[in-house]
């Protein structure tokens, strides 16, 4: 099978949106997003109550594909931070309450590590994309970026902990670099690669 003619993205995030189709841009597919207007009408706003990331990027993918009509693409991510046990996880977007801003995420992650030592703030980004059909049939992948925090937020590039995450390899935080650099090395980027090359190696419907 290849790439289908024609995606929903399953995101409201402008900055999630902005990603997927740079990291997409060569997929022979013509994207529909939030950004235009008629598709935001119909483009479901899903709460992630899942206890994964693959529950909640299907609750995503699929409820866009069964109102659009069309194969959704949908992902879900988020920090894993090895001194927190791993947390935030999927509660990355909410890990400082159901509405909380990027901010506000970032300054209660700040407050969690500050006291641990720098050697022990290692953490990655974890990401699983997946293509769902109104059929119900669904492809999925993931990706992951190794690294480590600091607690002086740097760089204005990126969204949500970028500006005090550091890759793994990497003097600069996710923040600084630039979108091509983030875009080769991040969990989304990884995880949009590998979701291609599944579709691509899905069997031809009929």
């Known amino acids: 099978m290849t790439v289908p003619p024609q995606l929903a993205l399953a995101t409201r995030n402008p900055g999630k949106i902005r990603e ?31 206890g994964t990331y693959l529950d909640n990027a299907l609750l995503k993918g699929r409820a866009a594909a069964e109102a659009g009509g069309v194969p959704a693409v949908s992902d879900d991510s988020g920090i894993e931070v090895d001194a927190l046990g791993g947390r935030p996880g999927p509660r990355s977007a909410r890990f400082a309450g159901d509405h909380a801003t990027d ?38 992948a993931e990706g992951v970026c190794e690294g480590r925090l600091i607690d002086v937020p740097s ?17 600069r935080t996710m923040a600084e670099l630039s979108s091509e650099e983030k875009h080769r090395i991040s969990h989304r980027g990884r995880a949009f690669r590998a979701l291609r090359k599944a579709l691509e190696q899905l069997p031809d419907p009929g």
């Open 155 to 171: 760089g204005s590039g990126g969204f949500g902990y970028d500006p005090i995450f550091v890759p793994a390899g990497e003097a």
């Open 20 to 50: 997927i189709l740079e990291i997409c841009a060569d997929w022979p597919t013509a994207w529909l997003t939030a950004f235009d207007p008629s598709i935001h009408r119909w483009l479901p706003d899903v709460e992630e109550i899942g």
């Open 103 to 140: 901010e506000a995420n970032l300054r209660l992650l700040i407050e969690r590590i500050r006291d641990v030592p720098s050697e022990g703030r290692t953490a990655r980004y974890r990401c699983v994309a997946v293509c769902a059909w109104p059929e119900g049939m669904h492809a999925v």
